[in-house]
């Protein structure tokens, strides 16, 4: 299993936490997705067939892209 906590400046409530949350969860592979507005941030864990480069291209076209 992956994890990982990913950074975006575009987090600002609970509402986009949902949001991100809703629409990785759709992802296979997916396991927990838990979202911080305080910090922007989101921490993600995955095995296969999920992927980082998945994650952050369904972050971009969401509108939350992650920075790094």
Known sequence: MER????SPTISCGHCVMTITREL????????????????????EWDPPATEAQIRATLNDINFPAAG
């Open 4 to 7: 990982k906590t990913f950074s």
């Open 25 to 44: 969860r759709e992802l296979k592979g997916i396991h927990k997705v838990e979202g911080n507005p305080q910090f922007k941030t989101v921490e993600v």
